[in-house]
């Protein structure tokens, strides 16, 4: 959906290195999302946000910080990267009038 | 924590045939919706259907809350129709919980 954006798409990076993904969204909406997927399976959610003072932990979250710095913008670091975060990850907002969720693009991450 | 089980996992067709794929949660829910995996990774919405029917040209679904399940109908399939299919539901949390996908090839 072209009104949730990621960056980068791609990124290739090495063990122990800091790592931040961003998105942002001109939906408007309040509640944030990233989720990472790994090959085969379905997405895992790594951390949420109902608003900019209001972040939560996701079933994956450790390894991973986040950073919501206004309505538009929800960011998602890896401290210190390790191999076994290789994965396509997502950002999603919701709109809560539908509770539908919508996607940007994925980020591909590779950590060697 | 909620079950997500999607049949069948793999499925190939070849161009126009009908195809029928199933969502089974094993808890009621609020939301459930499904998404479409394209070849290059991207999701894209499908349905946001926590109960009865929805249709969107080729593509309809049906969800049967209280059987607690779901069913997404492909109809005169394209090559185009090819890639992951996912349903999510959300139970008492704002988490989507996902199923493993069905993945589909259409071939011409």
């Known amino acids: 959906d072209a009104d949730v954006t990621q960056t980068p798409r791609n990124r290739i990076t090495k063990t122990g290195k800091r790592i931040m993904l961003e998105c942002s969204q001109t939906k408007g909406h309040d509640r944030m999302y990233w989720y990472r997927q790994d090959p085969g399976l379905g997405l895992r959610l790594i951390y949420y946000?109902?608003?900019?003072?209001?972040?939560n932990k996701g079933e994956i979250s450790d390894g991973y910080s986040v950073s919501r710095q206004a309505q538009a913008k929800f960011s998602l670091s890896l401290e210190s990267a390790i191999p076994n975060q290789t994965a396509l990850y997502f950002c999603?907002?919701?709109?809560?009038?539908?509770?539908?969720?919508?996607f940007g693009p994925g980020t591909r991450l590779t950590v060697l | 924590g909620i079950q997500v089980e999607q049949s069948p996992p793999d499925l190939i067709l070849q161009e126009g045939a009908n195809s029928t794929l199933r969502c089974n949660f094993s808890d009621s829910v609020n939301n459930l919706q499904w998404f479409h995996q394209n070849p290059w990774g991207q999701l894209i919405n499908l349905f946001y259907?926590?109960?009865g029917t929805k249709q969107n040209g080729r593509l309809s679904a049906t969800t049967v809350a209280t059987e607690r399940y779901s069913l997404l109908y492909i109809s005169s399939s394209q090559t185009t129709d090819s890639g992951v299919y996912f349903c999510a539901v959300i139970r008492d949390t704002d988490k989507l919980i996902f199923g493993t996908g069905t993945r589909l090839q259409v071939f011409p």
């Open positions: 946000s109902f608003d900019v003072k209001d972040i």
């Open positions: 259907i926590p109960s």
């Open positions: 999603a907002t919701r709109d809560d009038g539908t509770d539908t969720q919508y």
